[in-house]
Each structure stands twice: as C-alpha cells, then as structure tokens.
C-alpha cells in the first residue's frame, strides 16, 4: 500500500480551478498527505470544497491568483 503526498501551489491551484473548477480541486486535494505553499489557507479551502462553495472559493482563487508571481 502506497502514501499519496501531494505539493498544493497556489499557481496549480489557480489552473486547475481555472481549467476544472470545483471538482478539479476536490481530487487535487485528495492525499494522504498535503504539503503546502506558505499563504495557502488550507482550512478555509477544505471547508469550502466539502461545502460545494464555489462562489467563495472562486473569489479566493481570484485572490491568491494576482499575489502567486
């Protein structure tokens, strides 16, 4: 049996939202483990995916999207 780690960036966030949409995050962020990039709000994000909250995610993706150069 394997362990599934994944590295979340805000730039992959950013195209897979873009290319996916919701559903593209919700397996992007299926792992074992989430390593993740400084300024990423994780507990915020997970909350918003279980919820199907696209409207609030959007906008942080929106938001973290101007600030990941």
């Known amino acids: 049996m394997g ?3 994944r590295h ?3 730039e992959t966030m950013c195209t ?4 996916e949409g919701i559903e593209g995050l919700k397996r992007y962020f299926s792992a074992d483990a989430l390593i993740v990039e400084m300024g990423i709000d994780t507990n915020s ?5 279980i919820e199907d909250n696209d409207k609030d995610l959007k906008t942080y993706i929106e938001s973290i999207g101007t600030t990941h150069n």
Do not use: G, T
Request: a positive charge; hydrophobic letters at 45%; zero cysteines.
């Open 16 to 19: 897979i939202y873009k290319n």
């Open 8 to 10: 979340i960036r805000k």
């Open 45 to 49: 994000i997970i909350e918003m995916l």
């Open 3 to 5: 362990f599934n780690k």
